[in-house]
């Protein structure tokens, strides 16, 4: 198996450069969307939650209210580490099951894990390459507004939030910048496919 941690600020294009590595063969993990599973009704981290934060972080249905939530840790360090705490072991060891599972369909998978806290959680899986989408702050910005709708002061706010491009750049094996047109990034992820096969057949042989 050939494991690459993909990691990058918000709107980096890092859902870019992962569709196109799938389109080229590799399987994709979501850390976003396993951090939704790990917190489904009925789980020990969904009752963490509440037990840290209160009843008010869920919704009628027994939901996490992942906005209100979101509200609570934004601009407060020792609450995010407190909520960190609860949902970033959950996630290491949920993403440690599937990708010993593709492993085991597959011992010549490439896996690509898509991890946009890889920095912030010091996520630990053993990479054989870490891969960062990088595009400027006032691009992220732009496409925060416009794709998804934020107020551009929000945006901004959500940006910098973020460790910085220099923090994520210092683990980087590849950098591919995404703050040119569609078709410069994805060149970039097709001559990244054409290393990672390179390396994946020398390890394997």
Not at 21 to 39: K, N, P, S, W, Y
Not at 115 to 143: G, I, M, N, W, Y
């Amino acid at each position: 198996m050939y494991l690459i941690g993909l990691t990058g600020g918000i709107a980096s294009g890092k859902s870019t450069v992962a569709r196109r590595l799938v389109e080229h063969g590799a399987i994709h993990l979501d850390a976003d969307q396993l951090a939704r599973r790990v917190v489904e009704p009925g789980t020990t981290c969904l009752r963490a939650i509440v037990d840290a934060f209160g009843e008010g972080v869920l919704r009628s249905d027994g939901t996490l209210d992942r906005q209100r939530l979101g509200e609570l840790v934004f601009r407060d360090d020792e609450a995010r580490a407190r909520l960190n705490a609860i949902v970033h072991p959950a996630v290491r060891e949920l993403s440690g099951t599937l990708i010993a599972k593709a492993e085991r369909d597959d011992p010549d998978a490439v896996v690509v894990y898509d991890v946009p806290l890889l920095v912030e959680a010091q996520v630990d899986h053993p990479f054989d390459l870490v891969v960062v989408t990088s595009a400027p702050k006032r691009t992220q910005v732009e496409r925060l507004v416009e794709e998804r709708g934020f107020d551009p002061i929000q945006a901004e706010a959500r940006v910098d939030s973020q460790v910085s491009d220099e923090e994520r750049r210092a683990v980087a094996d590849v950098v591919i910048d995404t703050g040119g047109t569609l078709a410069h990034t994805m060149s970039q992820a097709d001559a990244l496919w054409v290393d990672i096969d390179r390396a994946r057949r020398a390890k394997r042989a």
